[in-house]
């Protein structure tokens, strides 16, 4: 059966001319762990699809998204996560339904099966990711690819490292994205022990050490999965330009000199790129399910007072409506995101901001939390802070409610909160580093220019510099501080959504292929 019969008799039609247009493109295989949501015209399960821990997830689904509307051959491999996905071959896959089933468009989403991923409730787990990352890589070389025949391979993250030595072989021209700068090392051994077979390939891995010959490195001389991805694909991209160049130019201790240098490689051979993520659609305070005030652009003030005061009423924080509100957004990590600088200045903060009740919500997890409770309960500021685990509700909320989020990240790759706050017209404060760099621009004395208040030494005394910064443009007059916010409200949602990073994916595309993967007006 030739491409174009079997796409029209297994794929759902969305229109004739962007099938038509699918039957001339170059086939795109996207590979990643996570995934939030497909097209429907992908199939019934593209909307049981649901497996996320980061942006990852949401980036993966925009870009899958915005290929095949436009009319792109785009395919997905995923691991076959049947907990989290609603049990959909039970459900779809039984006798009765199997004519159903193969109306699905199922030949576009590729399920990696292996009972590690079949019982999961959560994409990773530390006692297992090598185990599973193997598995998957396991299925998309042998047997996904085949079916596929991909004529571009997007992998991302260390956990799809060992795909483009395999894509080189085939003469399979494959992307890498690098979203967190993490690895596994193994022997040869063990990854074949998982049913990859290294012979083949083995010459485009990455060794921590000269491997010799084959058989001596096969016990010997461990596999640097991330780095070996970086080191056989034919381009890589980060999830922003300045956290490239601050591996690149050995900022970051926690980066190996394996990755550093292969990036280094990659970006001075001019095959590597930053492409920032953006949030997910859903962050939008005038259609945003989880809030119940909508505002946009035009009438925040009325909007973010209305969630300002049932947030305070649901915290049981002092309902003030004139009271600054600060959020902290990200998880409880003092290893990236600089709790501890918070906790440093938390007590000394709300006492010189007592006069205009300066006030605090952390809606996060991690293993700092408990710190900043005994804060609070030492000193009492119940009423002016308020310490409560991840809730998405609550989270939503609070973007609405708030003024400023902080986000005093050591290191950030991307960052999501700091593009998704000013949307709803809440200013990020933030370090100057990686993706914050790139989305966070310091706020003009007029007004004028600028999105949120960053400082640039990573300490407690920077960190309350950008604090007071804020609280500054806090108490301009009603009028001026409205219209700054509206412009940063327009500003934001343009500059950041799927659309723009999907456009920048699909550039990319077109320059490694040669041509368009989708069309172009």
């Known amino acids: ?61 925009s870009l899958i998204n915005a290929l095949y509307e436009q009319g792109a051959d785009v395919h997905v491999a995923i691991p076959n996560y049947k907990r989290m996905f609603n049990n959909y071959e039970q459900r779809f896959l039984d006798k009765e339904n199997t004519k159903m089933a193969e109306l699905l468009g199922k030949d576009r989403i590729h399920l990696a099966n ?75 051994a063990a990854i074949e022990d998982r049913g990859i077979d290294c012979a083949d390939y083995w010459e485009n891995y990455y060794f921590n050490e000269p491997p010799n010959d084959y058989y001596y ?112 957004p990200s998880r409880l990590d003092p290893m990236q995101k600089g709790c501890q600088l918070l906790a440093d200045i938390l007590y000394q903060l709300t006492a010189d901001y007592e006069h205009n009740g300066l006030q605090v919500a952390i809606i996060a997890s991690g293993g700092f939390e408990q710190h900043f409770h005994d804060i609070v309960n030492k000193h009492n500021l119940h009423d002016r802070v308020v310490v409560k685990p991840f809730n998405e509700g609550l989270s939503r909320l609070a973007y609405a409610a708030a003024d400023f989020i902080l986000m005093p990240s050591k290191f950030e790759p991307c960052g999501l909160p700091q593009m998704a706050a000013p949307m709803y017209g809440t200013l990020p404060v933030v370090h100057d580093t990686g993706g914050i760099h790139d989305t966070v621009e310091h706020l003009h004395y007029d007004g004028n220019l600028g999105n949120g208040f960053r400082f640039e030494h990573y300490s407690a005394d920077g960190f309350r510099w950008s604090i007071d910064e804020a609280v500054k443009f806090y108490g301009w007059a009603a009028g001026n501080k ?40």
């Open 1 to 61: 059966m030739s491409k174009a019969q079997k796409n029209r008799s297994t794929t759902p039609q969305v229109s004739k001319s962007k099938d038509e247009a699918r039957e001339n493109r170059p086939t795109i295989l996207i590979v990643t762990p996570e995934i939030t949501y497909l097209p429907a015209g992908m199939g019934n399960l593209a909307q049981r699809m649901s497996a996320k821990a980061g942006g990852m997830a949401d980036v993966s689904s």
């Open 217 to 328: 490195a096969r016990d010997n001389t461990p596999v640097d999965m991330m780095a070996t991805g970086i080191f056989a694909s034919d381009h890589v991209n980060t999830v922003s330009k300045t956290f490239l160049y601050e591996v690149v130019e050995g900022k970051h201790a926690f980066v190996t000199d394996a990755l550093r240098q292969e990036l280094a490689n990659k970006l001075y051979s001019g095959h590597a790129t930053g492409i920032l993520n953006a949030p997910d659609a859903s962050f939008d305070p005038a259609t945003d399910t989880l809030i119940e005030n909508h505002y946009d652009d035009t009438n925040h003030e009325e909007g973010k007072a209305k969630n300002k005061k049932l947030f305070q009423q649901k915290t049981g924080l002092n309902e003030d409506p004139n009271a600054p509100l600060f959020y902290w």
């Open 114 to 188: 292996d009972r590690i991923f079949f019982h999961k409730d959560e994409v990773y787990n530390p006692a297992e990711n090598y185990q599973a990352a193997l598995a998957f890589q396991r299925e998309i070389i042998n047997n996904i690819i085949p079916k596929v025949k991909p004529d571009l391979i997007h992998c991302n993250d260390w956990m799809t490292g060992l795909i483009p030595p395999v894509a080189k072989k085939l003469g399979i021209p494959s992307l890498i994205t690098v979203h967190n700068i993490h690895t596994e090392i193994l022997t040869m």
């Open 482 to 521: 409205a219209k700054v916010i509206s412009r940063i409200m327009k500003e934001s949602k343009s500059r950041f959504n799927h659309t723009t990073t999907a456009a920048a994916y699909i550039e990319l595309y077109g320059k490694m292929l040669g041509r368009d993967v989708v069309d172009i007006d």
